[in-house]
């Protein structure tokens, strides 16, 4: 995350962090990021990423990566989250994932309108255009 930001800082971009206290008093911070907001723990971390972004999108990345990518779809299923969520599959990294979510779909655990609603794609065009007409799923009911 720190070689995106400062690219996007060095480009005259804007970067905005939220962190947990816990993080920041380890050092974590990185002293340039233009808006850096503290908070009391990870969940309210991922609740605001939510509810202050336009979307979400997930690069290659580790377990907590796919924990939030994976979060913040659910939450759209459930009316929690109002936001599109993409993965950027740089060289099929994704590929393993989207195979998981399609048998999810196969198998009826995932709808197929709400697997519409994530995108897997290793192109950024189709990511802002899928962000850019996204609408959210259909609230839930039981």
């Not at 690069?59 to 990566?65: C, D, Y």
Request: proline share 4%.
């Amino acid at each position: 995350m720190g070689l995106l930001g400062r690219s996007v800082i060095n480009a005259g971009g804007v970067v905005h962090g939220i962190m947990p206290k816990e993080l920041f008093d380890r050092g974590a911070a990185l002293e340039w990021i233009t808006d850096l907001k503290i908070v009391e723990n990870m969940d309210v971390r991922k609740k605001m990423m939510m509810t202050e972004s336009d979307g979400c999108i997930a690069l290659p990345g580790g377990p907590g990566t796919l924990e939030e990518i994976s979060q913040a779809f659910s939450w759209a299923r459930i009316g929690d989250n109002s936001t599109p969520s993409a993965l950027l599959n740089v060289d099929g990294y994704y590929d393993p994932l989207q195979t998981m979510f399609d048998q999810m779909t196969e198998k009826e655990f995932l709808t197929r309108d709400d697997r519409n609603k994530l995108l897997f794609s290793d192109s950024l065009e189709e990511i802002k255009q899928f962000m850019e007409n996204y609408q959210a799923p259909d609230i839930r009911t039981y």
